[in-house]
């Protein structure tokens, strides 16, 4: 263990490991405006971490920082021993190109809007990426797809395309194909904010499950009994900062941060 | 005339009636439609006849001879049409590259070839590049103006399929550690493909009539033969009217087919 690990707020629950995914002095400039300003995280193995704040918080910037969907103006991230820094320049330089890449290929990832390619079936979409990228024969990446969309309660639909899947569905197709790749850490960027209320809770099963048999995890959600139930950690942010961080029934229930408590005094009204 | 009535008395459940009513109205419309027509094209026939310029003797002897042109016209614009798909996708990513030289080439072929006009483009293809050592025959002469102008305006048209993929779909790809080149090939580009299909093949309609054009060089296709016909004999109006309902029909069969593939596009799955 370096010195350079976080120690997360409180003690650590039995079930982590080592530190997967670091993630330090994350910045974020879109134009001028100061979305993160300086954000730090460390996810152990089998850890389940969960974002909360208000919209404009930050906390899907930051997500989508950590595997350079965006791209950080400041910092660095670690996953699984590869490290990218931030290069807000780099757009064209073919070796930071390379280890961003390599970098994604240790975080899955889960979109609000599923992102299915619609061109290909449930199976195509998880294996295509396994096929071509991870080089794996077709037999092979069927056996795993199979298994995955299986794990999301999906086998039947392994031939349709996904103009003729729900939401709910859509979404579980999503989070077999990020299985697939057999990723470190994955990503969730609020995964159910797109789907009809009755359909998110299919989608949020599976990821309990998931949080459950040790998968890691960080999802930027709005869930709150979600975060609750499936969480060893919940960050509030606001701001482009972390503002307070524990466990979920530190974090939710008795928050020391006074803008915490006002935000989850505002959500929970409305809920 | 149209409007249907749902009969007030008869048998049947009243959603059969209405089915009924619906089908009868269609039939009409479809009567009323084909009688529009039969009355137009009987008009210009009728109009040609009482002008003089429908010559059956000349109609019977020289027919077949203005026929035997359809080949070389069908041949000079599926050859183009291929042509321009493939310059137009190039053209497309030259358009879209971060690379200054690239982007600067494409954007020239562009602008070069959609500000000058297509007539002087083939007689510079035929006359002018021999004058640099360049000898083409007349219809790889022709092929190439053709490709080299459609590939231009298609240019922009694969551009715009292009850009009207979703972003969502690029980054899930990325996400999955997909490189560049392979987000495109397989993500991207059938995405695309499927957008500027019925554009494609409105530039074939199109081109089928601009082929018309490469007579100038000789090309014995439709429009040289007519001419060829009519001129020793000072016919030309008879036999360019034979030559333009040879053009008229060709977009006519072809119209018919791009319909029927628009309505299985807009049908299918994957949309």
């Known amino acids: 263990m370096t010195g350079n690990d976080l120690q997360p707020a409180g003690s650590l629950p039995p079930h982590v490991g ?53 791209e950080p103006t400041v910092g660095w991230v670690e996953i699984d021993g590869v490290r990218a820094d931030a290069n807000p320049l780099g757009a064209r330089d073919r070796g930071h190109r390379e280890r961003v890449r390599r970098l994604r290929l240790n975080a899955g990832m889960v979109f609000q809007e599923f ?24 037999r092979r990446a069927e056996e795993l797809a199979d298994r995955f969309l299986a794990k ?72 709150m009994h979600f975060a609750r139930e499936a969480a060893d950690r919940v960050i509030f942010m606001e701001e482009g900062i972390v503002c307070e961080e524990g466990p979920p029934e530190q974090v939710l229930n008795a928050p020391e941060d006074e803008r915490t408590r006002r935000f989850l005094r505002r959500f929970l009204n409305v809920e | 005339m149209t409007s249907a009535e749902i009969p007030a008395s008869g048998s049947g459940p009243i959603v059969e009636r209405i089915a009924a009513a619906r089908r009868t109205a269609r039939r009409l419309w479809r009567l009323e439609f084909a009688l529009v027509w039969l009355a137009l094209v009987l008009g210009i026939v009728w ?37 321009a798909v493939v310059l137009a996708l190039l053209g497309a990513l030259g358009r879209l590259s971060a690379n200054p030289l690239i982007n600067g080439l494409a954007s020239f072929y562009v602008s070069l070839v959609r500000g000058t006009p297509l007539l002087v483009q083939i007689y510079f293809v035929y006359y002018g590049l021999p004058q640099v050592g360049i000898i083409l025959d007349a219809l790889p002469a022709g092929i190439l103006a053709l490709s080299f102008n459609y590939g231009a305006y298609m240019t922009e048209i694969f551009r715009a399929g292009i850009q009207a993929v979703p972003r969502g779909q690029q980054e899930a790809a990325e996400a999955l550690g997909m490189p560049s080149r392979l987000v495109f090939r397989r993500v991207i580009l059938p995405q695309a ?72 596009l807009a049908r299918s799955d994957v949309r």
Not at chain 1, 123 to 133: D, I, K, Q, S
Not at chain 2, 54 to 81: A, H, M, N
């Open chain 1, 18 to 70: 080592d530190v997967v995914l670091r993630a330090r002095e994350i910045e974020k400039y879109f134009g001028h405006n100061h979305v993160l300003r300086g954000v730090n995280l460390d996810v152990r193995q089998r850890e389940a971490v969960m974002i909360i704040g208000r919209s404009g918080s930050g906390k899907t910037t930051f997500l989508r920082c950590l595997n350079f969907l965006e």
């Open chain 1, 115 to 138: 992102n299915l390619f619609p061109h290909m079936t449930a199976l195509g979409n998880c294996t295509e990426a396994p096929m071509r990228v991870r080089g794996l024969d077709r």
């Open chain 1, 152 to 223: 999301v309660g999906l086998a039947d639909k392994r031939n349709e395309y996904p103009s003729r899947l729900s939401g709910g569905q859509k979404q579980r197709v999503a989070i077999a194909r990020a299985l697939c790749m057999e990723p470190r850490v994955l990503l969730f960027d609020e995964p159910t904010s797109a789907l009809d209320p009755e359909l998110i809770g299919e989608v949020l099963q599976v990821m309990e499950e998931l949080a459950h048999e040790g998968a890691t995890m960080i999802v930027v959600t709005h869930e």
């Open chain 2, 47 to 83: 109009v040609l006849a009482a002008t003089g310029n429908v010559d059956l003797e000349f109609v019977q002897t020289w027919t077949p001879f203005i026929l035997g042109g359809v080949g070389f016209t069908l041949l000079v614009c599926v050859s183009s049409i291929i042509g």
């Open chain 2, 193 to 264: 493909f499927r957008i500027v299909i019925p554009a494609i093949g409105n530039e074939f309609i199109a081109m089928i009539k601009d082929s018309s054009l490469v007579s100038i060089i000789g090309l014995q296709e439709i429009l040289w033969r007519a001419g060829t016909a009519g001129r020793p004999i000072l016919k030309t109006i008879p036999a360019f009217l034979i030559a333009a309902l040879f053009y008229w029909v060709l977009t006519i069969i072809f119209s018919f087919f791009q319909e029927r593939l628009e309505r299985r």
